[in-house]
């Protein structure tokens, strides 16, 4: 605006700026100008403003321009879009680019305390769970801002609060330690529960138990956790020690007196001398018998008996120096007139040196040890040793009455072996004794860590006189080979077994005795560790044993045994016969059993590349190719054209549900698979539904793939890493892929080879026979310790 002019008519409005035009402006009306109002605006910048007076009358000229008015036409601001954030994946706080954004402005913020504000320079995410120091547990609100270096742009808005929620890291290592060191314990035999009060015993059962359930608790607090590892510490360190106490005799059984502490026994005048096992349930006593200090559980020295009445002491010291005192009082019958059935142990001395004494078991089979019978056993020259058992009348008697008490319905002799030193064990049972077993109406078994021999009641009958058993273990290997040898060149073997080649399994094992023509049934044990690991090879395994006898009057027979429990790690397998022989456990090995075809290859330079990534195309192939899919495939993905190499397998796949596309609706067909993504497949490859449980570190509860890690490591298909973690995370390599899919498939792993297929697969590599069993096709026979053998 301007003051009036005298005589003015108009007025001329100059608006200049550097390197333009000046624009004039006439304004006839009134002594103001709206500068911001002009059509067409002004450009930003500054500009220099004059007026000049005009008059239309020849008696004035125009006025001097004014002083320099200067207008300032500012640069239009503008807002940057607002970030669009979510959290993916692993917690990766991603969000979409801004344009003209040059940062972005992430703030954490959680309920009392200050907000915590992260510049991102570069890239649109941010690990949360990465962040340094970490956040603590908690909820967090989390937004982000995009900001710009430009003055023409001023900051977006926030982003939308996007919920980021860090949970309670709750530490079970001490709990999961402790709880497997008593497990340990208890399964190894260090704690038994003979050996302490039952109330301690219990309170440590409980303990336990409790622990497992907190571990295996996904909500389970720190609180719990350090409460559970107390009682459990507090348990295992408040067992008290059993003052319980079992004295076994070497012959016959101890009776109450009536009298605390003071038991009596009663031996037939052949029983000489007499030993007693102590065995407290405190092991960290000291046991002294007749003034000899022993072994806890160990037979003391005979101690020499005299016709009638002897005394026995027996003193047990705790480390407390208390001292418990018993007294057996064994009485020693009489010379008999004579002996109607005497027992022989032919050339053995009454005292040689090469010759002891061993106690062992009589059981009433499933129900304990009801009496005891000695063993002579015999150092050979060749340092074999050699057993003789004498089963009499008496033994018989107090083994059938305590037999009858169980509820039992076999007599079990038990002749240990535990170092696999006894070359061969005869057997002695009386008539007298045979007569009071058969009279029971109970069976008799005579058990050996090499074999069983059961005698039905029936077959008790009518045995008048003495019988022995000589049990004789084939363990020399050119010995075995020759029984071997034998039984391939049976003519009614090769018939049999449909001229199959045959094999020994475990120990043949030769009887000898005088037992007329009656039914018995022999059982053989035979290794767990003979056994192929796969279900399917297991099953043929089994389905092709047979038993081979080789009568002593010249009579060969090929029997099918049936199967059964032996001890722990063993079968048993179990047939009928009337007369003794060697029985030998045979396979029959028909040759080429099955072919296998490669699943995967190698690389153009002749490599196997086992630390190589799989990528979802190639898995998709490889499973295709290994379960011959027919069905149409339905799956179809924007990026898999119909000429991809693998376009057929990933519609195949997706189309039965093995594998599935990304949420935006694509199958990423290069992208390299996880461990985590593996599990996923084979769980329902397997359908794998169960709630097994796990206790990997790095798979917390709510893991997108929690449930079918803990299903395929409970099926065994998949195993975790040494640290405890499983790394759902890690790219699966080509050495792994295959030892999973071989598993899966129960293939392999293949043995035989003189070479390696791959030079970057040496034979001393851990997954060599798992890579060969999958990348190569080959014939192959089942090994009887599990996996294949290549047939070349």
């Known amino acids: 605006s301007w003051d009036e002019v005298n005589h003015a008519d108009t007025y001329e409005v100059t608006i200049e700026i550097e390197g333009a035009e000046p624009l004039v402006i006439v304004v006839e009306e009134g002594t103001e100008l709206d500068l911001s109002a002009l059509e067409p605006a002004l450009k930003p910048g500054t500009y220099s403003v004059t007026v000049v007076a005009k008059s239309s009358n020849a008696a004035y000229s125009d006025s001097d321009p004014s002083e320099e008015v200067t207008y300032e036409v500012p640069v239009p601001v503008v807002a940057l879009a607002t970030p669009e954030a979510q959290l993916v994946e692993n917690d990766v706080l991603t969000w979409e680019e801004v344009p003209h954004a040059d940062t972005y402005e992430v703030t954490i913020e959680i309920e009392g305390a200050e907000p915590l504000v992260i510049v ?21 609100s989390v937004t982000v801002v995009a900001k710009s270096n430009s003055p023409l742009y001023t900051d977006s808005d926030p982003s939308e609060e996007v919920t980021y929620v860090v949970a309670v890291v709750v530490d079970k290592t001490a709990l999961q330690n402790k709880t497997t060191e008593i497990s340990d314990d208890l399964t190894e035999g260090v704690l038994k529960q003979e050996q302490y009060t039952e109330e301690s015993w219990q309170a440590l059962q409980k303990a336990l138990e409790d622990a497992k359930k907190v571990l ?118 009489a010379a008999p007139a004579s002996n109607p059935n005497p027992i022989y142990y032919p050339g053995v001395p009454s005292s040689p040196s090469n010759v002891e004494r061993i106690t062992v078991d009589v059981e009433a089979r499933g129900k304990g040890v009801v ?9 050979n020259a060749d340092g074999t040793k050699s057993d003789e058992v004498a089963f009499g009348a008496t033994v018989a008697e107090d083994s059938v009455r305590k037999t009858l008490e169980a509820g039992a319905t ?66 020399q290997e050119d010995e075995r080979k020759l029984v071997e040898q034998r039984a391939r060149t049976e003519k009614l073997v090769r018939e049999l077994l449909n001229d199959g080649n045959v094999y020994v399994v475990d120990r043949p094992f ?69 007369k003794f022989s060697t029985f030998t ?66 519609r195949y796949v997706s189309g039965i549900g093995l594998m599935e596309g990304m949420p935006d609706g694509s199958f990423q067909p290069d992208r390299d698979i996880t461990r985590a993504e593996m599990a996923l497949i084979i769980a329902r490859l397997k359908e794998l539904r169960g709630d097994a449980s796990h206790t990997f570190s790095d798979v917390g509860a709510g893991h997108w793939a929690e449930q079918g890690i803990a299903n395929v490591f409970e099926a065994g298909y998949m195993e975790g890493m040494p640290d405890g973690s499983f790394q759902p995370n890690k790219i699966l390599t080509r050495a792994e892929a295959v030892t999973v899919f071989n598993r899966v498939l129960e293939r392999g792993p293949l043995y035989g080879m003189n070479q390696p297929t791959w030079p970057d697969v040496p034979m001393d590599h851990w997954a060599f026979h798992q890579i060969e069993e999958a990348s190569q096709d080959h014939s192959y026979q089942l090994r009887p310790s599990g996996g294949e053998t290549i047939v070349k």
Do not use: C
């Open 120 to 140: 991102v320079e570069e890239g649109t995410e941010l690990d949360l769970p990465s962040l340094e120091p970490a956040l603590a547990p908690g909820t967090y």
């Open 216 to 333: 295996a608790d996904p909500d389970a607090t720190q609180a719990e956790v350090n409460a559970a590892l107390d009682v459990l510490e507090n348990a295992r360190g408040g067992l008290v020690k059993s003052d319980r106490i079992t004295i076994v005799p070497s012959i016959g059984t101890l009776k109450p007196t009536g009298t605390d502490g003071v038991y009596a026994i009663s031996v037939g005048h052949s029983t000489s001398n007499i030993s007693f096992t102590v065995t407290p349930d405190d092991p960290d006593v000291q046991i002294t018998v007749h003034g000899q200090i022993v072994e806890n559980g160990v037979a003391s020295g005979p101690i020499a008996l005299n016709v009638g009445l002897n005394e026995i002491t027996i003193l047990v010291k705790g480390q407390d120096e208390s001292t418990r005192t018993y007294k057996i009082q064994v009485t020693r019958e």
């Open 371 to 379: 009496a005891k019978t000695e063993i002579l056993r015999t150092t």
């Open 410 to 475: 076999t007599v079990r002799i038990v002749i240990p072996d535990e170092k696999d030193e006894v070359k061969d064990v005869r057997i002695d049972l009386t008539a007298a004794a045979l007569a009071v077993v058969q009279k029971s109406g109970l069976d008799l078994e005579i058990y050996t860590d090499n074999g069983l021999i059961t005698i039905p009641n029936d077959s008790l009958i009518g045995l008048n006189d003495n019988l022995y058993f000589h049990l004789i273990p084939i363990k």
């Open 510 to 578: 030769t009887i000898e005795t005088n037992m007329p023509s009656r039914k018995v049934f022999i059982t053989l044990p035979m290794n767990e560790s003979n056994l192929p690991t796969a279900t399917s090879g297991r099953e043929r395994f089994l389905s092709d044993l047979a038993i081979f006898i080789e009568h002593s009057d010249g009579e060969r027979k090929v029997v099918t045994p049936e199967m059964g429990d032996y001890a722990k790690g063993k079968l048993g397998l179990t047939f009928g016969i009337e």
């Open 585 to 650: 456990i045979l396979n029959r090995d028909g040759g080429v059993e099955d072919k296998h075809d490669a699943y995967i290859i190698g690389y153009p330079d002749g490599t196997f590349k086992p630390l190589h990534a799989l990528t979802r195309a190639q898995i998709a192939v490889i499973l295709h190719r290994v379960l011959d899919l027919q069905a149409e495939g339905t799956g179809v993905y924007p990026d898999v054209s119909s000429s991809h190499w693998a376009s057929e397998a990933i």
